[in-house]
């Protein structure tokens, strides 16, 4: 079948400067919608039409995929043909009448303070638990993402004046701010522990290196939340996102703006930081009737 997805794909990584993640993730739902298109008798992806979305996105529907997923392969599917049409290999976009399910926004998952504390005070002071309380500040001071955390270099952080340098989504570099605890932790981190973590193995750049000296994973993140997670006897399980959210609820809660947290999370659209207003409107009538003389 010809269809040219390898040059979308390339186009995404070097024009559009897409994460590998986000990369492979488009290169999943467009494979699984060629195959389709294959399975409906078309030669060439140029050949499918509207109705041809119709009936995949119906399928996907039927076999109980969720609808922020059928979002998702929508928006793949679009930015997709968007391509084809603007490298001139088509004229009509066959997704320009597909409109995507409504979902149910979901509930924000975050952390109370005193939550928060609880975890925080999990680690103990041996190199690993060190590191660990490191990360967890961090995570809790910046609200960075897991795929940031783990690609922060040594050199990204500067201890000196209080930030971390990281690469967001598109490989947008943003500067943020490190809290006192989350610095004194980092401190404490990358001079008296780091350099043992990584002993034999000096080159190694990454600010967060796992117990042979080497970058930590993802895979290596989660389960470090987890298990803390569990010792700090946390009702629901403890993910990375669920101290990003945290981060975000409690700077609403304290008075920040929507455009700062926005900046500081790295959001593009600004309706991806306004979910968290959610969680805020309970605090907001709580203040309110406890101020006002009319409430």
Same mark, same amino acid.
């Given at each position: 079948?010809?269809?040219?997805?390898?040059? /979308?794909?390339?186009?995404?990584?070097?024009?559009?400067?897409?994460?590998?993640?986000?990369?492979? *993730?488009?290169?999943?739902?467009?494979?699984?919608?060629?195959? /389709?298109?294959?399975?409906?008798?078309?030669?060439?992806?140029?050949? &499918?039409?509207?109705?041809?979305?119709?009936?995949?996105?119906?399928?996907?529907?039927?076999?109980?995929?969720?609808?922020?997923?059928?979002?998702?392969? &929508?928006?793949?599917?679009? *930015?997709?043909? $968007? /391509?084809?049409?603007?490298?001139?290999?088509?004229?009509?976009?066959?997704?320009?009448?597909?409109?995507?399910?409504?979902?149910?926004?979901?509930?924000?998952?975050?952390?109370?303070?005193?939550?928060?504390?609880?975890?925080?005070?999990?680690?103990?002071?041996?190199?690993?638990?060190?590191? #660990?309380?490191?990360?967890?500040?961090?995570?809790?001071?910046?609200?960075? $993402?897991?795929?940031?955390?783990?690609?922060?270099?040594?050199?990204?952080?500067?201890?000196?004046?209080?930030?971390?340098?990281?690469?967001?989504?598109?490989?947008?570099?943003?500067?943020?701010?490190?809290?006192?605890?989350?610095?004194?932790?980092?401190?404490?981190?990358?001079?008296?522990?780091?350099?043992?973590?990584?002993?034999?193995?000096?080159?190694?750049?990454?600010?967060?290196?796992?117990?042979?000296?080497?970058?930590?994973?993802?895979?290596?993140?989660?389960?470090?939340?987890?298990?803390?997670?569990?010792?700090?006897?946390?009702? $629901?399980?403890?993910?990375?996102?669920?101290?990003?959210?945290?981060?975000?609820?409690?700077?609403?809660?304290?008075?920040?703006?929507?455009?700062?947290?926005?900046?500081?999370?790295?959001?593009? #659209?600004?309706?991806?930081?306004?979910?968290?207003?959610?969680?805020?409107?309970?605090?907001?009538?709580?203040?309110?009737?406890?101020?006002?003389?009319? *409430?």
């Amino acid at each position: 079948m010809i269809d040219y997805k390898n040059e /979308f794909i390339d186009y995404l990584k070097d024009e559009k400067k897409l994460a590998k993640n986000s990369c492979e *993730a488009y290169g999943r739902d467009i494979s699984e919608f060629l195959a /389709f298109a294959w399975q409906q008798g078309r030669g060439a992806v140029t050949e &499918v039409t509207s109705t041809d979305v119709i009936a995949y996105l119906h399928q996907l529907k039927q076999a109980g995929r969720s609808g922020s997923t059928i979002n998702r392969k &929508v928006a793949s599917i679009r *930015a997709y043909y $968007r /391509f084809l049409i603007g490298r001139g290999l088509m004229s009509e976009d066959p997704t320009e009448s597909i409109r995507s399910p409504k979902i149910e926004r979901k509930k924000v998952e975050y952390l109370s303070i005193q939550e928060i504390d609880q975890l925080l005070a999990c680690p103990d002071d041996s190199n690993k638990g060190v590191r #660990d309380r490191a990360i967890l500040e961090v995570l809790y001071a910046t609200g960075i $993402r897991v795929s940031e955390l783990i690609e922060v270099d040594l050199e990204d952080v500067n201890l000196r004046m209080g930030f971390v340098t990281c690469d967001g989504v598109g490989s947008k570099a943003r500067i943020v701010p490190l809290g006192r605890p989350a610095r004194a932790a980092l401190e404490n981190y990358v001079y008296d522990v780091r350099e043992k973590l990584i002993k034999g193995n000096e080159e190694e750049k990454a600010l967060f290196v796992n117990q042979n000296g080497r970058r930590i994973t993802r895979q290596g993140l989660w389960k470090i939340l987890r298990d803390y997670g569990r010792q700090a006897g946390l009702e $629901r399980r403890l993910t990375p996102h669920t101290l990003r959210n945290s981060f975000a609820v409690h700077m609403l809660q304290n008075g920040a703006d929507l455009k700062t947290l926005q900046e500081l999370m790295g959001h593009d #659209d600004i309706t991806a930081t306004q979910v968290y207003l959610s969680a805020t409107k309970s605090r907001l009538k709580d203040v309110y009737d406890r101020a006002h003389p009319r *409430a």
